[in-house]
Structures are given as C-alpha cells and as structure tokens.
C-alpha cells in the first residue's frame, strides 16, 4: 500500500540539487515534451482521475479544461501557501523535490498555452523559498526555464513570498495579494469557470496536484488510476502529527485503513490509547475513535462520517487530551486569522474564542453551549469564502463528539 515516487522523490539524496536529480530522470518527461500534443497532456490528467490536493479535491482535469477553452493570456498560479495547522505535505515535497513541482509546471503550462507562472510561497517558508529559487535558477541555467529552451517551449517561473495570511492559500485570496493588493477573497461566480490573474484566466492548483503530473505522463493516466480504490483514485502524501511516536509525511494510495496508517506508518499513539483525530488539517473537524477505527482514507468515507479528507494531514490525540482546550487553540488561530472581510466570521470567530476562554476559567453556564452553537449556525454559508463554515464544522464536530467534556466544565453551585 506504500508508495512512493508519484508526487516526490523523497528517497534520493540530495534530490534537491538539479545534478542530483538529472542523474536520476529528472526532468524526463519535459526533454520529451515536443513528443507530447498540449490535448494528449489534458486528456492523461482528466483520464487519470487526479483530484486536488490542496483540500477541496477537485477534478484537476475539468479545471485544466476551463482554463483550456478560456480566450486570452493564460497564467498558472501554483499555490504552496500551506498555511492549514497539521499539514506539512508541500513543504517535504519543496524541500526534497523542488524539481518535480517545476517539471510538474512546465507540463502544465506547455498543456494549457501558458508561459508564465507563479509560485505563491507562504511567508513563514523562508528556508523553503530559499531552496525553491535556487531550484528555479538551476532550471533556467539548464534551460528548462526561460525564452530558450532545450525543450522549445517558452516559459517563465516567478517564485512570490507572501506575507502570512493563512487567508491568502485562498485561492481568490492569494490572486489579489499577488496581484498587491490585500488577501480578501473574491465572490465566486454561479458557474464554473477559471480564476482571474488581472483579469487574465489563470489556473490555480496545489503544489501537490501538480507534483504529480510528471509522474501521470511518464506511467501513463491508467497507471494512477488503478491505485486506489474508484472513485477515490491515485495516491496522496498523508501526514501525521500530534500524540504518534513517527510524525511525518508518508505516500499511500487512497483506501488505506486510517487506524493501520496511524498504527504502522505513524509508530502508534503515544500514550494509551487514540482519542480522537483531526482528519485532514484543523479545517475538516475530528472525530472519536469509534470511527476512526473504521475509516478508509478515501474522500467518500471520510464524508460519510461527516468529515472530509482535506489535506489529509492527520492529527492524532490521546486519552489525556482536553477537547476544550484543543477547541480552544484551534479558535484562537481561526479568531487571528480571519481576514475581516466578512461580519459573521469576524466577529463569530471573536465570540466563540472569547465563550471557550468561560470554559477554561470556570465562568462558563449552560448558556454558552447555545452561544458556542448559534455563533456556528450564523458562520456558515453566509461568509464569501469557506473559511466561516469550515470554523462551523470545527466546533459542530467538537460539540457533537465531545460534549459532555464541555459541560463537564461548568461550574454548579449546590
Ligand atoms: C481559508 C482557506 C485556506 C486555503 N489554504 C490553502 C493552502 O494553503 N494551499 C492550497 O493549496 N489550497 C488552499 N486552499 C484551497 C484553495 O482555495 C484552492 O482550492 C486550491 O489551491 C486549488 O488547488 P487544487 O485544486 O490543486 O487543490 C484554501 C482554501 C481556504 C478556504
């Protein structure tokens, strides 16, 4: 069930040096880019099932498409903000195979008539930007970036630092502070249709997602459409943190056991016993281990149990965990982080962090359940971007599963 080498050559030492990497089929697929039609590549990512991996699982295919059959200059944003607590999977990947992301974007932009791209790296990835533009220099002294290519295709490479803002991995967000202005999110169109760099279509996928494309052309779509289990195809870099004995990054296909994974790749909980899991970075919720024991890493189970795969960063807690204060820390960041832009998310996030602060001092009543409960009910769907309703899903699933520590806490005077 472990695999790897689709989205990183994580087991190539010093894989990050452009020498390093030619020695080992680097950039294999790109010298044979001229073998390839811009709609062979299109068709290999839409046949192949490729889902997004920045935590909303979108079809990469019909994406591409949009941006395919959209009029005027085309960009490719690569979005490597990885801001979402408990995930770490662009950063491995940036670290141990900045070149694979490149080759995965020169495919991309060559498939879809583009030549220019965009890295948007967040701020706190210095060590990361650092390695990435020495990655990017390397390709275009080799000449598979620039306006003279040994593969004959014209394309530039600009890496952008942001500043911070867990709301900039947004991608509407992040087009706006690339664009210089400040990360709010945009309204969304009723129909599908691509972003927009100032006011040119622009395709916007995980650093992830596009990781894996070299590996989709060299093997071929079918070969990473039979791993997996339909319709959750492929394979993704599951991470794991929190009370396990070998937090990291490991590479499975999809429809592995989330309690085999914990238990093998992850080294076991440290302590007693598994609480309860974050499923897929903070924003997805948590659930006991009552279903953890019976979860399969695929979107389709994680959905039916009222979650979703996310990121697929993990975040294992054990017996001795306070759910009230892991909530607690989890508002505290979403209350920092929200852009303002919207009154139920500013001041919903405010609220719930300030009624969980009652809990911890003892002030809390009964009443503040219900406040916990209508502050969720007012943030979700109401807000421009999902950041307010994935705030909702946090604190329903906490309420749901972990009530009575929540009661547990109120004081009553007999
Ligand atoms: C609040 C918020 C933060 C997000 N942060 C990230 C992020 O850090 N990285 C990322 O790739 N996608 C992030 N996303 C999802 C992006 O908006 C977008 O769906 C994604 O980059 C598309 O790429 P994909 O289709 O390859 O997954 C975030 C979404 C929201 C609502």
Redesign the pocket.
């Known amino acids: 069930m472990l695999f790897k080498n689709v989205s990183a050559r994580f087991e190539i030492e010093n894989s990050n040096s452009i020498d390093v990497i030619l020695e080992h089929n680097g950039y294999e697929m790109v010298k044979k880019l001229q073998e390839f039609t811009p709609e062979q590549i299109i068709q290999e990512v839409e046949k192949s099932g490729l889902r997004?991996?920045?935590?909303?699982?979108?079809l990469?295919g019909a994406?591409w498409r949009l941006l395919e059959k959209a009029k005027g200059k085309k960009y490719i944003v690569i979005?490597?903000?990885?801001?979402?607590p408990g995930t770490f999977k662009?950063r491995s990947i940036i670290e141990k195979d900045p070149h694979l992301l490149i080759e995965g974007i020169i495919l991309t932009a060559y498939a879809l008539n583009s030549n220019d791209a965009f890295i948007y790296i967040?701020g706190e990835y210095q060590e990361q930007a650092k390695i990435l533009q020495k990655a990017i220099d390397e390709a275009y002294e080799k000449g598979f970036l620039g306006d003279e290519t040994i593969h004959k295709y014209n394309i530039h490479l600009t890496l952008h630092r942001g500043a911070g803002a867990?709301?900039c991995?947004?991608?509407s967000a992040?087009l706006e502070s690339l664009e210089g202005k400040r990360g709010h999110p945009r309204l969304k169109p009723h129909t599908p249709s691509p972003e927009y760099f100032f006011n040119n279509p622009t395709l916007?996928?995980?650093?992830e997602?596009?990781a894996t494309i070299p590996s989709i052309i060299k093997n071929g779509s079918s070969f990473y459409k039979n791993l997996g289990v339909e319709p959750s195809c492929g394979s993704m870099l599951f991470g794991v943190s929190g009370h396990v004995n070998k937090p990291g990054i490991y590479e499975c296909e999809f429809g592995v056991s989330m309690l085999d994974y914990i238990n093998t790749l992850g080294g076991g909980v440290k302590g007693e016993s598994i609480k309860a899991v974050i499923t897929g970075g903070v924003?997805t919720g948590v659930i006991p281990f009552e279903i953890v024991k019976d979860i399969k890493l695929t979107y389709e189970d994680l959905r039916k149990a009222g979650s979703s795969l996310g990121t697929g960063g993990m975040i294992v807690m054990n017996e001795s965990t306070c759910m009230v204060k892991a909530l607690k820390n989890i508002l505290s960041f979403y209350h920092d982080e929200s852009c303002g832009q919207c009154t139920p998310c500013r001041e919903g996030t405010f609220w719930v962090d300030a009624t969980l602060d009652k809990f911890l001092d003892g002030s809390a009543t009964l009443e503040d359940i219900e406040i916990l409960k209508s502050n969720s009910k007012i943030m979700n769907g109401k807000t421009v971007?999902?950041?307010a309703p994935?705030v909702s899903t946090v604190i329903d699933s906490f309420l749901k599963y972990f009530q009575d520590e929540f009661i547990a806490k109120i004081k009553v005077d007999v």
């Open positions: 997004g991996k920045g935590g909303g699982g979108a990469a994406k979005n490597a903000d990885e801001s979402e662009d967040r867990y709301i991995g947004e991608k992040l916007v996928n995980n650093v997602t596009i924003s971007c999902v950041f994935s």
